[in-house]
């Protein structure tokens, strides 16, 4: 138990300790796992010292699954994100950990240990990221079909008849008015039309995986709606294997297979899309769920706000990283830092009180109250 509890916190876990706190890739699927992340950990440098924003994440995703990582503004999923794909910012280091992707060759690659020449070959040949409101990252001067043909070119694709066919096919995918995108600047296209656009160029070259970063921020509900039917019908179709990142578990819901609830750069939870929505065993995870309105549903449920703010990355609370603004809290949560324990059909939880974790929303407004 030791040792999980090590695995979890941000110091170098033995092999051992890390095999046997792996998050495993879905039970029932036999897919082969695709990546598998062990001991990551992630640190920017702040004028006061190195601040840890993913601390000993472990984590395998199967050929073929969505996994979806969720949490508030700081909890490290976007800075994952980043660090597979190897874009993270000058002033951020990978510390620690391995990320080993097995390719479409079924050969196996150390992704952090590659050199930047063959690094940009998995880069969006085999690992595809769509960032957050990338709708505004499109070129404003450039034609969808020059962006389309740029991208294309740079990864050694020259047949501009070729490109052209294959955009065309996937503006048509992403549900687009295909001709007349192909030939429109973003500024003739609406958010939403964008974030089609970006999600199309991200499969120009047909990834293996794809990372999608927050896909629907700055986008109006119905267009959320739509941007995610969108995604559902080109997983249908193209089978790619997918990492959604969102601060919403119930869009999570809609697409993932599996969740896995990060706070404070470690994941506290993880597990089986249902059992994590309808049976969540950390605290935080339903927080979250109570924080966010539902995008289907006929009733009206009221909303609660998880009290107080992320911890200071800088200077983490003792114990639980999450005890100052969780209503479960006991006196063992201010001193020991839970592990992350398999609660039985590979759902996860790292929570002293996971048994007696509820849903009901009054819990919360409790805690609101009490301020
Ligand atoms: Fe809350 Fe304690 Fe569980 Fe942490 S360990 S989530 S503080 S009940």
Same mark, same amino acid.
């Given at each position: 138990?030791?040792?999980?509890?090590?695995?979890?916190?941000?110091?170098? *876990?033995?092999?051992? =300790?890390?095999? $046997?706190? *792996?998050?495993?890739?879905?039970? @029932?699927? %036999?897919?082969?796992?695709?990546?598998?992340?062990?001991?990551?950990? +992630?640190? &920017?440098?702040?004028?006061?010292?190195?601040?840890?924003?993913?601390?000993?994440?472990?984590?395998?995703?199967?050929?073929?699954?969505?996994?979806?990582?969720?949490? @508030?503004?700081?909890?490290?999923?976007?800075?994952?994100?980043?660090?597979?794909?190897?874009?993270?910012?000058?002033?951020?280091?990978?510390?620690?950990?391995?990320?080993?992707?097995?390719?479409?060759?079924?050969?196996?690659?150390? #992704?952090? !240990?590659?050199?930047?020449?063959?690094?940009?070959?998995?880069?969006?040949?085999?690992?595809?990221?769509?960032?957050?409101? /990338?709708?505004?990252?499109?070129?404003?001067?450039?034609?969808?079909?020059?962006?389309? &043909?740029?991208?294309?070119?740079?990864? !050694?694709?020259?047949?501009?008849?070729?490109?052209?066919? $294959?955009?065309?096919?996937?503006?048509?995918?992403?549900?687009?008015?295909?001709?007349?995108?192909?030939?429109?600047?973003?500024?003739?296209?609406?958010?939403?039309?964008?974030?089609?656009?970006?999600?199309? #160029?991200?499969?120009?070259?047909?990834?293996?995986?794809?990372?999608?970063?927050?896909?629907?921020?700055?986008?109006?509900? #119905?267009?959320?709606?739509?941007?995610?039917?969108?995604?559902?019908?080109?997983?249908?179709?193209?089978?790619?294997?997918?990492?959604?990142?969102?601060?919403? #578990?119930?869009?999570?819901?809609?697409? =993932?297979?599996?969740?896995?609830?990060?706070?404070?750069?470690?994941?506290?939870? &993880?597990?089986?899309?249902?059992?994590?929505?309808?049976?969540? $065993?950390?605290?935080?995870?339903?927080?979250?769920?109570?924080? +966010?309105?539902?995008?289907?549903?006929?009733?009206?449920?009221?909303? %609660?706000?998880?009290? !107080?703010?992320?911890?200071?990355?800088?200077?983490?609370?003792? !114990?639980?990283?999450?005890?100052?603004?969780?209503?479960?809290?006991?006196?063992?949560? *201010?001193?020991?830092?839970?592990?992350?324990?398999?609660?039985?059909? %590979?759902?996860?939880? /790292?929570?002293?009180?996971?048994?007696?974790?509820?849903?009901?929303? =009054?819990?919360?407004?409790?805690?609101?109250?009490?301020?």
């Amino acid at each position: 138990m030791a040792s999980e509890t090590n695995a979890r916190r941000y110091t170098p *876990a033995t092999a051992e =300790a890390a095999a $046997k706190n *792996a998050i495993r890739g879905t039970a @029932e699927s %036999t897919a082969p796992v695709i990546l598998s992340v062990r001991d990551l950990a +992630v640190e &920017y440098k702040t004028s006061v010292g190195w601040m840890q924003a993913v601390r000993g994440v472990d984590l395998d995703i199967r050929q073929g699954e969505a996994v979806a990582l969720i949490g @508030e503004s700081g909890s490290g999923k976007s800075t994952m994100g980043f660090a597979l794909l190897r874009m993270l910012v000058r002033s951020a280091r990978i510390s620690q950990g391995t990320a080993v992707y097995r390719d479409r060759s079924g050969k196996e690659v150390d #992704l952090f !240990g590659m050199k930047d020449k063959d690094f940009r070959k998995v880069r969006w040949n085999e690992i595809a990221m769509v960032f957050q409101a /990338a709708q505004n990252s499109l070129n404003p001067v450039m034609r969808i079909s020059d962006t389309f &043909y740029e991208t294309a070119r740079a990864h !050694g694709m020259t047949d501009r008849k070729a490109v052209r066919d $294959k955009t065309i096919d996937l503006l048509k995918k992403v549900q687009l008015d295909a001709e007349r995108v192909y030939n429109a600047y973003p500024f003739e296209l609406s958010g939403g039309m964008r974030q089609r656009v970006s999600i199309a #160029l991200s499969l120009l070259l047909d990834p293996q995986l794809i990372i999608l970063d927050e896909p629907t921020t700055a986008l109006d509900i #119905l267009t959320q709606r739509a941007i995610i039917d969108v995604v559902k019908s080109l997983r249908d179709q193209l089978d790619f294997t997918m990492i959604f990142i969102s601060h919403d #578990l119930s869009l999570a819901a809609e697409l =993932a297979d599996r969740v896995a609830t990060m706070y404070a750069g470690e994941i506290v939870e &993880y597990g089986p899309v249902r059992d994590v929505f309808y049976q969540p $065993k950390h605290p935080y995870s339903v927080g979250l769920l109570n924080a +966010v309105p539902p995008i289907v549903g006929e009733e009206f449920t009221p909303l %609660t706000a998880i009290p !107080g703010s992320t911890p200071n990355l800088l200077r983490m609370p003792t !114990g639980c990283p999450f005890h100052p603004r969780c209503p479960f809290a006991t006196e063992i949560c *201010a001193k020991e830092d839970p592990p992350l324990v398999d609660l039985g059909g %590979t759902h996860m939880a /790292a929570c002293h009180h996971h048994d007696k974790v509820t849903k009901d929303p =009054a819990v919360w407004e409790r805690m609101e109250a009490a301020g």
